[in-house]
């Protein structure tokens, strides 16, 4: 039955992930077809010479990562893909782009990237193109967001600002040119010039600690987080079978030694036994009394001396769990005083919205398409409460079963310590005594002294050596029985756990792979749930552990929890009660039931909550292509409080932006797509390189960074702290205007909600965008550097025959400044209050 609830947590958990992969499919700052156009760009320029050209000079590449990009462009381009598809497209979206509030940024995921990518070239390959990819949404973001009055956000309560940012990138998509090589070759679809380091993507975003320490922070990583604890459960226990086997070996060959060297001290027995023997002959009398006596104090000396032994081996043992075992206590009770306060916060019931229809998909437009769902609430019984009170629970018990240890220990230590004072006065007593019966024996007569020393001596000699000889038919019992253990027991159980560690690495990897489809087929307008349903019947039930084949698939899972089980009871039985082996397996059940349970339980309410009563507007929103006139259909509306621009032209602005030509965007003129392919470049060179470009551009060292632009290894490249969140918009400034609207109002309007960026003066001497915070006054060189406005056609319309629909108080870009400093909260103040 446990199993089943494990089957069942999971399998629910998976379809509300399914759910928000569709919603979240259609949200790219580029869509995957452009990112993958910049990155054909870099590798025409780079591959032909190793070299990058920038403002028309010739800057060379390092061969480490020339040789990358020319033995693995594929996965470089799926790289500039990045987060839009690994470790998948939700926590991607969600967890990567933004960065998490005292988390990771986007930033620390990009160090981390190239970091981990180490010295494997596919590896190095895919982390540069990471770069690429934020280089990419910088310019995307920037641009769209600005259209669209607002960030992409599925949980602020309305949708319009979503439908403006999809249509807009769905619109560039349209004309983004076709991949060519660089001799203008064509290369022929996306799908077929992307590969995917799946082994990479899986071990360094699934099952590495740090970013699931990230995904267990959010709403939306939990999925995952749950695949790592499973797959580390029983990588921590198949390792602890192993160990356990290499344990029984090792016993079995030091059994073997003491066999020959218990024979070998029987046979030096033979001769002193004999000569024994005759001197038994010779005497004719001994005191054997006397023997007795001085015997029996002798193994009073012996007893005492192993009882104060004992005693102080005892004193340490309880002297270590006595100074252990208060720590524990109190960090028991602290984790008590943490849940107390849970359960004050947490409440006993949740109400829950049930719906009995989700719509189908429809054709445009989308606010007049979607079909009313019948929704009723239920109050529910909030697992989270009810997990926490048990959880009180099982802390008390532990508590108070540490503290019966301290009590233990303590009383142990005190007894240890009497016995051992006890012990050594006897052994005074007895030392004196037997020093006394000594000094007797020597002034007996010689003759009966012989004869008894000599009958004691072949007693001893003689019971000494059955002894041996029994020990050795002992040991060689004990080592047959533990051959027989570790060929038909442990190994099975070792064997087992080594299957279900290796299915569960497949079957990660094949998620990774089902992301890498979804994507293809996001590409190709394909339903993109379709490979994650496919990896959902095929791969999970190795989490639970489910033997299970699948025919015609890819997948056969042959080792389960309850073949594990079987295996550990015979290995239980096998070693006793007292045995010196623990099975490891009971461990990964326990994880399984007692922890895996609950957080599956409780990862299905948080994303079922995150979407909250958003799913049926947006869960049909895939959308295959956009006309000029649907697209100013979207932009001509404001069904928000947030006061967007109504932009009834929007088609043609964007056309103008684009400087369309035979169908695709213009790649110098464009800026978003020229600055992203520029900023990409400067992704792959060294600090020297850097340098050298921002000598030509006119920056003057020493620069406020140190005695050149970019030094050291905080500064080893151009994006390095640079973006806290690639979902916001002009990261290269600390700060983001605020966005274009009507009149200010609502999120974003505030400093600190804008800030996606980091720069110098307000995150210390190793951050911000160098080339544009290179001093305190000015920012000349990045306009040289990247083209701008970035807009033109919203920020100097004039030049394109539009109207002026920007309002007074916004900082547009020029001609002469196409990338004005946002205001500080002051002077926008003062802008606004001029104006209203």
Not at 10 to 25: E, G, M, N, P
Not at 312 to 336: F, R, T
Not at 400 to 416: D, E, I, V, Y
């Amino acid at each position: 039955m446990k199993y089943k609830m494990i089957s069942y947590s999971f399998h629910k958990l998976t379809l509300v992930i399914l759910i928000l992969f569709l919603h979240i499919s259609n949200v790219f700052g580029f869509k995957p077809k452009t990112h993958v156009w910049i990155a054909q760009q870099v590798l025409n320029d780079v591959l032909l010479d190793g070299k990058l050209t920038i403002n028309g000079r010739d800057y060379e590449v390092s061969k480490r990562i020339v040789d990358a990009l020319r033995a693995h462009a594929s996965t470089y381009r799926m790289g500039h893909v990045g987060p839009d598809a690994f470790p998948d497209i939700l926590v991607g979206q969600t967890v990567v782009h933004p960065g998490r509030k005292g988390g990771w940024q986007t930033d620390d995921w990009l160090q981390w990237s190239v970091r981990e990518a180490g010295d494997d070239p596919a590896h190095i390959a895919y982390a540069l193109g990471m770069l690429g990819h934020a280089a990419g949404d910088i310019w995307a973001h920037s641009y769209v967001n600005m259209y669209a009055g607002d960030a992409f956000s599925l949980i602020d309560g309305e949708t319009d600002v979503e439908v403006r940012h999809i249509a807009v990138e769905t619109f560039i998509d349209k004309y983004t040119p076709a991949l060519r090589d660089h001799n203008g070759h064509t290369l022929g679809s996306v799908q077929d010039n992307i590969a995917a380091p799946v082994g990479f993507l899986s071990k360094h975003l699934i099952l590495a600690s740090d970013p699931s320490r990230e995904y267990q922070n959010s709403n939306t990583g939990v999925h995952l987080v749950a695949m790592r604890k499973v797959w580390n459960a029983i990588y921590k226990a198949q390792k602890a079978s192993e160990g356990a086997g290499s344990d029984v070996q090792k016993l079995i060959l030091k059994l073997e030694n003491e066999v020959i060297e218990i024979t070998r001290k029987a046979n030096d027995l033979v001769g002193p036994i004999a000569q024994a023997k005759q001197q038994l002959v010779i005497a004719n009398a001994a005191l054997e009394q006397h023997e007795r006596l001085i015997d029996a104090q002798k193994k009073i000396i012996e007893e005492q001396n192993r009882i104060i032994r004992q005693s102080e081996q005892i004193i340490i043992e309880a002297g270590e769990l006595s100074a252990n075992l208060p720590g524990k206590i109190a960090n028991v009770q602290n984790e008590i005083v943490g849940v107390q306060r849970s359960i004050a916060l947490t409440p006993s019931k949740l109400s829950k919205k049930v719906c009995d229809v989700v719509t189908k998909k429809l054709p445009w437009p989308f606010n007049k398409i979607v079909e009313e769902t019948v929704c009723k609430v239920v109050d529910i019984v909030n697992p989270a409460y009810e997990n926490l009170v048990n959880l009180i629970s099982d802390l008390e018990k532990q508590k108070n079963t540490l503290t019966a240890s301290l009590q233990a220990a303590t009383l142990r230590k005190s007894t240890a310590i009497a016995a051992k004072a006890a012990a050594t006065t006897a052994l005074a007593a007895a030392s004196v005594e037997l020093a006394r019966l000594e000094a007797i024996k020597k002034s007996n007569n010689a003759g009966r002294e012989l004869a008894k020393q000599a009958k004691e001596a072949l007693d001893k000699l003689e019971k000494a050596q059955k002894d041996l000889f029994d020990q050795v038919v002992a040991l060689k019992g004990k080592i047959d029985e533990y051959r027989v253990l570790l060929s038909q027991e442990l190994n099975p159980v070792s064997l087992a756990l080594k299957h279900w560690e290796g299915d569960l690495i497949k079957a990660i990897d094949a998620y990774e792979n089902a992301n890498f489809a979804v994507m293809k087929a996001i590409l190709t307008s394909e339903n993109p749930l379709t490979p994650l349903q496919q990896w959902v019947d095929c791969w999970a039930p190795v989490f639970m552990a489910v033997p299970k084949e699948v025919p015609g698939t890819a997948c056969v899972i042959k080792h389960g929890i309850e073949e594990i089980r079987s295996l550990r009871s015979k290995l239980r039985k096998a070693l006793g009660p007292g045995g010196w082996l623990i099975d490891p397996a009971g461990m990964t059940e326990d994880i399984l039931v007692k922890e895996l349970t609950p957080a599956l339980e409780d990862a299905t309410i948080q994303i079922a909550m995150l979407i909250d009563g958003n799913l049926g507007a947006l869960i049909k929103m895939h959308i295959d292509g956009i006309s000029d006139q649907q697209l100013n259909a979207v932009f001509s509306n404001d069904a928000t409080n947030k006061q967007l621009l109504l932009i009834p032209d929007v088609a043609n602005r964007l056309l103008a932006d684009m400087r369309v030509h035979e169908g695709s965007f213009n790649t110098e003129s464009f800026a978003p797509a020229y600055n992203a392919v520029i900023l990409a470049k400067l992704s792959l060179l060294d600090a020297n390189a850097l340098n050298s470009i921002a000598k030509e551009l006119g920056i003057k060292f020493p620069t406020r960074y140190g005695t050149s632009l970019y030094e050291g290894n905080i500064a080893s490249n151009v994006l390095f702290g640079v973006v806290r969140s690639i979902d916001g918009n002009h990261q290269w400034q600390a700060y983001a205007p605020a966005f274009p609207r009507s009149r200010p109002n609502g999120d974003g309007y505030e400093l600190e909600d804008r800030r996606y960026g980091y720069s110098f003066d307000k995150d210390g001497s190793s951050k911000g965008m160098r080339f544009y915070s290179y001093n305190k006054t000015e920012s000349r060189a990045f306009a040289k550097l990247f083209t701008g406005p970035l807009s033109p056609a919203l920020e100097t319309p004039d030049n394109f025959g539009f109207s002026n629909i920007l309002p007074k108080w916004y900082v547009a870009g020029t001609v002469k400044n196409p990338f004005p400093k946002t205001p500080s909260k002051g002077r926008f103040n003062s802008i606004f209050r001029s104006i209203f």
